[in-house]
């Protein structure tokens, strides 16, 4: 069955951290993107941790322990915490570590925190997780040289018009998998073609889908639109591969 690499819960009331840039107006509760999944035929889910919440991740916490196995996490972790403290994280479904660059200089990744969370992050099979513009992504990787694990780009590495080229040269890095999702957010004006150029590029081996429900701040186009891979031009061969890639990622165990 499916599996939806990219989405996120949330409810009104949650602290956002001072330097949001937006929060939304409305609950995104976990009822909601089950029934989504279900109707989508997916099996399992990946809950991202939404930037406005910064490292408070305890809603995510919560809404993964409420699934029963059903979903995984992706965690921002921007202070350094204990290996125990990580590891619970991990027994929780936590699978990767996730940096949202917009706005903000890809020096992050060189901070002492960041260096040790990366330390941390490896041995657990960890991904890092990486979300902004595409100059921005090929400012950030040489921070990761050291990190011994895999490195996932959010929505198609969201290239400008002229960055098709640049999105497809890290398929060169083989840690490099990318999330082809949110085509919404990204500014190239043909999607169909960058998502068959990824494809030749990296192999539906390093790719995964996601919905990247609740579609925030593109709600009304997310809903309008055929959101699923199929929409993309991929035929079936290429969606079970990409699958089967979201399952060794998020679902290691075979849970």
């Known amino acids: 069955m499916r599996i939806d690499t990219h989405a996120h819960v949330f409810e009104l009331g949650l602290p956002a951290i001072p330097t949001a840039r937006y929060v ?114 090929a400012a950030a990787l040489p921070f990761l040289r050291s990190f011994d694990g895999p490195i996932v780009l959010d929505h198609f590495g969201r290239p400008g018009p002229d960055d098709a080229a ?4 890290w398929a060169a890095d083989p840690r490099v998998r990318m999330k082809l999702s949110a085509p919404y957010r990204v500014r190239h004006p043909d999607i169909r073609g960058l998502a068959g150029r990824i494809v030749d590029a990296y192999g539906a081996e390093r790719l995964m889908w996601g919905s990247d429900w609740p579609w925030t701040q593109h709600e009304e186009a997310a809903k309008a639109a055929a959101l699923l891979p199929e929409a993309l031009g991929l035929d079936g061969a290429t969606i079970a591969v990409m699958e089967a890639t979201a399952r060794r990622v998020f679902f290691p165990a075979g849970e």
């Not at 640049?166 to 040269?169: I, P, Q, R």
Request: glycine letters at 10%; proline letters at 6%.
């Open 24 to 137: 939304p107006a409305y609950d995104a509760p976990l009822s909601a993107y089950l029934a989504f999944l279900d109707g989508i035929g997916a099996d399992k889910g990946v809950l991202v941790q939404p930037s406005f919440l910064g490292s408070d991740n305890s809603f995510l916490l919560k809404a993964l322990g409420a699934a029963g196995g059903r979903l995984a996490g992706v965690a921002v972790i921007e202070e350094r915490i204990a290996p125990k403290a990580a590891e619970a994280l991990a027994a929780a479904g936590i699978r990767g570590l996730r940096y949202n660059l917009v706005g903000r200089s890809p020096e992050v990744l060189a901070s002492a925190d960041a260096m040790a969370m990366l330390a941390i992050a490896a041995p657990l099979g960890w991904h890092v997780e990486l979300h902004a513009d595409a100059p921005d992504l």
């Open 166 to 169: 640049l999105v497809t040269s």
